[in-house]
């Protein structure tokens, strides 16, 4: 699969918009098949949470569904099993962004960032993403940040390490952003409440404001998407319609734009409903049960 603009992609906002039920379904999957370029790749089953282990088995069965449609996954833990899921992308011919996950325990995160220095080692990381909203949580200063990525940095120098944050944490933390080889943006207008008629103008802002703080790197969006079920957030109303519009568009900016973006996200995970509310569980492009919503 390759970036490229696609006359099958070649939708205006307008006959977008007036896309409905049936019609748009098969647009949305078109536009899969057509695949893209990254997926945040989710491996709770119902009824699992951070925390628990998972097992190789559901990493493979999620995989399988998975490899059709990506070029690239992103895993967000090397920890209670998430280790096993560079191994298993690679053996589907998936390039893989692996990230440390890092919070407020000193001996979690160590344990995070030691694994993911064996996994780069042992050929399983194409980027090294250390730490995921860290700052924007709070959960580390930022010289605690920078002393894991420069830990990372100095064990494997060859490969493109980088921190994932929301968009503007690259502007407001110039000292992470010039650690990083790569800047990996969280992109989100669903979250800043707007409307979904102009929400891929207002990514392009987003992405705009990291490449300026990037000041010529390379900018991954490393997260975006659009609930299909939910509470609204100002102007941003989640629906299945919306959903499926938001991926839409989304895969077609990239396309035209030549933009690396990891779609958020693979599969509904109904643990997401304590922090962020009733939409955290209908993020998925396939729902709970592994069924492709559309």
Sequence with gaps: MSYRADKRLALTATELSGLTGEALKAKAREVLAMGMHGLCFSPYEEGQKPGEHISESQIRRRMALMQPCTKWIRSFSCTEGNEKIPGIAKEFGIKTMVGAWLGDDPEINKE????????????????????????????????????????????????????????????????????????????????????????????????QRALRAGNGKKVIVSETGWPSEGSSTNGAHPSFDN?????????????????????FSSFDESWKVGAEGDVGAFWGLWDKDEKLKF
């Design 243 to 263: 959903f499926l519009k938001y991926f839409i568009n989304t895969q077609k900016w990239a396309a035209e734009d030549e933009i690396e973006v990891f779609y």
């Design 112 to 207: 995070e960032v030691d694994n993911l220095i064996l996994l780069a080692k042992e050929g399983l990381v194409d980027i090294a993403a250390v730490g995921n909203e860290v700052l924007l949580r709070g959960d580390l200063t930022e010289e605690e940040l920078l002393g894991f990525i420069h830990k990372v940095k100095s064990a494997v120098p060859d490969l493109p390490v980088g921190y994932v944050d929301a968009y503007y944490e690259f502007v407001d933390h110039p000292r992470i952003t010039e650690a990083c080889d790569v800047i990996l943006a969280n992109c989100y207008p669903f979250w800043e409440g707007c409307h979904l008629d102009y929400s891929i103008l207002y990514m392009k802002d987003m992405f």
